[in-house]
């Protein structure tokens, strides 16, 4: 990839993009550099119409530990542009908040508290290592937690999110137990083996027709803010917009003739 960062690997393994949070000593807390690079990397994912999925992961033990409060205590300036980000709710931090179409995949390999719950609540799936563990502590540090259990109440029921959300920091959710409340999807067992279930993952949907893909994202997450009525009405002049994209007949040839598909570069008009 072309960009240069320093806490974070971006990388391409076939049509799989990775965005890997990369600050394993602190359990990739969400540090001021890190918060600027990623919407950078998450658009470099997006231009490449190469890049037809993309894995969020992290190195090391733990997946993320949510903003890095010690070095944000340490430093005014970083303190005051991630309120500002906060107030203006311009964070960008995820796929979603970065409205990147692709399929996004994110794979929790250790812990994730407070903040990296965004990553868990914006993706459009989520695996995990068996030794993953979820928590939300921000009302245990005295802080509001808002943007990640909204999110996630969306997946999961609302009083496993409540719970999570006011019992704070004194429990956590098991890999097995987010997998029955439907954080998760699957579960990873030996966790060693997360990273190849992930790119196995990702490379089933990179053979699906790219542009489909991200029609049919946008409109699943549209339904979620326009009600039942609205979306199907937006969602039927979609279906039928893409009735003229040559994916819309190289699919069905592709299948008669019993032949992997030659899919066009990914729709950008969305």
Request: charged residues 25%; negative net charge; glycine residues 8%.
């Amino acid at each position: 990839m072309s960009g240069h960062y320093e806490e974070l690997i971006v990388e391409k393994r076939g049509h799989v993009g990775w965005l890997v949070l990369n600050r394993p000593d602190t359990k990739n807390a969400l540090s001021n550099r890190m918060m600027d690079e990623l919407p950078n990397a998450w658009k470099e994912l997006d231009a490449d119409d190469d890049v037809r999925v993309i894995v969020n992961s992290a190195v090391g033990e733990g997946f993320c530990t949510g903003v890095d409060l010690k070095e944000l205590a340490a430093d005014p300036k970083g303190m005051t542009r991630h309120s500002e980000r906060v107030r203006s709710n311009t964070i960008q931090l995820t796929g979603f908040h970065n409205r990147v179409w692709k399929p996004v995949i994110c794979a929790v390999n250790g812990v994730c508290a407070g903040g990296g719950l965004h990553f868990v609540a914006d993706a459009d799936i989520v695996i995990a290592a068996s030794s993953a563990t979820f928590l939300d502590p921000h009302v245990s540090v005295g802080q509001v937690a808002t943007f990640e259990t909204i999110g996630l109440r969306v997946r999961m029921p609302f009083e496993a999110v409540a719970r999570m959300a006011l019992v704070g920091r004194y429990e956590r959710i098991t890999a097995a137990r987010a997998y029955e409340l439907g954080m998760v999807s699957q579960v990873v067992d030996p966790p060693e083996a997360l990273e190849e279930e992930a790119q196995k993952l990702g490379e089933l949907i990179a053979r699906n027709s790219p542009s489909a893909m991200m029609i049919t994202k946008k409109a699943l997450w549209d339904s979620l803010e326009d009600g039942l009525t609205p979306s199907l009405a937006r969602s039927a002049q979609a279906l039928a917009d893409f009735w003229r994209h040559p994916d819309n007949r190289e699919g069905p040839a592709a299948f008669a003739e019993k032949r992997e598909p030659q899919w066009a570069p990914p729709t950008r008009d969305l």
